[in-house]
Structure formats: C-alpha cells, structure tokens
C-alpha cells in the first residue's frame, strides 16, 4: 500500500507558474500509474493528466495540454506537475493518485490511492 503526500500549491497570478509535487512512501513505486487530478468548489473531481510507470507515456486532459508536464523519479519516489501559463480557471485543489491498472485512466474510480490534496490558486 502506497501512502502520498502533495507538496507545492500556493497562490500565483494569471499567466504565471507553480510546481506541484507528490511524494510517496511504502510500496514499490514504480508499479504504479500516477495520476494528477483536481477538484474546484461545488465541482465533481476531474482528471488532469497521468503518467506511466516508467514515465515514458502520459495523457493530458484537454483543458491542460500544452501548459501542464508531468514528470516522475521512480528513485526518489516523486510525482510532479509543471504548471505554466496559469488561469484562474486552473484554480482546485489538486490530488496526486496511484493505480496498479496498466493503462492510463482518466477516471478518479480507477485510482486507489490517494493524497490530501493542495490548494492552487490563481488570481485574475
């Protein structure tokens, strides 16, 4: 059982960058998927992007694609996401996640594992 910890969030300002990051612990980490998604108030949990085990492949939301990149460390058992190109619509809390499924999914039912979140926030 893996057990993660996000790091990173904060306030920034429209058109600027954050970086988020996502430790994990116990387990093998590099058996999992990982995932990023994020939650806004009074919205339902929505996917933003994964990245395979070996960090290899990913899949981006639409929404992200182009401004967000994940990246992981299977050595130092890291997540992160590069956010750039911020928008006030970007602002959630944003979760790490983690998967034993050998695809990439989009869905936060697919994930098992989950972290407590960080709040981003983008001002306009």
């Known amino acids: 059982q893996v057990q993660l910890v996000e790091s990173g969030g904060g306030l920034v300002q429209a058109g600027g960058s954050l970086r988020v990051s996502c430790s994990a612990s116990?387990?093998?980490?590099?058996?999992?998927?990982m995932g990023w998604f994020r939650q806004a108030p009074g919205k339902e949990r929505e996917f933003v992007v994964a990245i395979s085990r070996s960090g290899s492949s990913t899949r981006y939301a639409d929404s992200v694609k182009g401004r967000f990149t994940i990246s992981r460390d299977n050595a130092k058992k890291t997540v992160s996401l590069q956010m750039n190109s911020l928008k006030p619509e970007d602002t959630a809390v944003y979760y790490c996640a983690a998967t034993r499924l050998g695809v990439l999914p989009n869905t936060p039912s697919s994930y098992n594992y989950w972290g407590q979140g960080t709040q981003v926030t983008v001002s306009s």
């Open positions: 116990g387990g093998t980490f590099s058996d999992y998927v």
